[in-house]
């Protein structure tokens, strides 16, 4: 490229840019304006760069840098004061694109939601591998049921009854004759001179808890 078509190009981009960064008024990377940019006018990114820096030299664009990235927009002193009919409109698209942001939001927090629900329900393979199991258990109690209703075994409720009074008496006297020998192992103990588990292994006493024997539950 020969320097006048340099120059050409050089001038031509950085009145794009400038008229870019003034209509959007917003910042701009070097690598955003030259995407936004490059289909339409064509400009290389070394172009977009240059022509950048040279804004930002001569005052037409501001620079601030980010760590390693630069960041353009325009002059802010240099665009036309807005009147306050502009200033009223621009607070009206602000509230309204405010509710707009909002509305966004709680439709994402919603299909977020949905999502997650999805997520953690069964996929249909799933669901039907767990109906053939749940069928295949309701036909084993079943015939569990029929074999116990045919059966000719039955406990009446009046043996059942009997039982479980013979159950409550038997560990009441459990309860009554471990009372009566305690106290009378207490009583002994108070004038045996060595401790309770010598006097146990001299007599041979064994007690329940030896065994790991239990008072059961009463019915």
């Known amino acids: 490229m020969s320097k006048g078509r340099e120059a050409a190009t050089g001038g031509s981009a950085t009145a794009v840019l400038l008229r870019y960064l003034?209509?959007?008024?917003?910042?701009?990377?070097?690598?955003?304006?030259?995407?936004?940019l490059q289909r339409e006018h064509g400009l290389g990114k070394a172009v977009v760069v240059k022509a950048l820096e040279?804004?930002?030299?001569?005052?037409?664009?501001?620079?601030?840098?980010y760590g390693k990235q630069k960041i353009y927009f325009a002059d802010q002193e240099q665009l036309p004061a807005a009147s306050d009919a502009e200033l009223r409109g621009?607070?009206?698209?602000?509230?309204?694109?405010?509710?707009?942001?909002?509305?966004?939001?709680?439709?994402?927090r919603q299909m977020e939601a949905e999502v997650k629900d999805l997520k953690s329900s069964m996929t249909t393979p799933e669901i039907a591998k767990e109906i053939e199991a749940l069928r295949k258990d309701c036909a084993s109690y079943t015939e569990k049921l029929e074999r116990i209703k045919s059966a000719t075994n039955h406990v009446t409720p009046e043996e059942k009854e009997k039982v479980c009074q013979e159950q409550q008496l038997y560990h009441r006297e459990w309860r009554r004759r471990k009372r009566m020998a305690t106290e009378l192992l207490d009583a002994i103990l108070e004038g045996y001179p060595k401790s309770k588990k010598q006097f146990f292994e001299e007599v041979?006493?064994?007690t329940d808890e030896d065994h790991g024997v239990m008072l059961p539950a009463t019915v």
């Open 54 to 65: 040279q804004l930002a030299q001569q005052g037409g664009v501001r620079e601030k840098v």
């Open 22 to 36: 003034r209509e959007q008024n917003r910042p701009y990377g070097a690598q955003d304006a030259f995407g936004n």
């Open 90 to 108: 621009l607070d009206g698209e602000i509230a309204t694109r405010s509710a707009q942001l909002q509305a966004l939001q709680q439709s994402c």
């Open 204 to 206: 041979g006493i064994e």
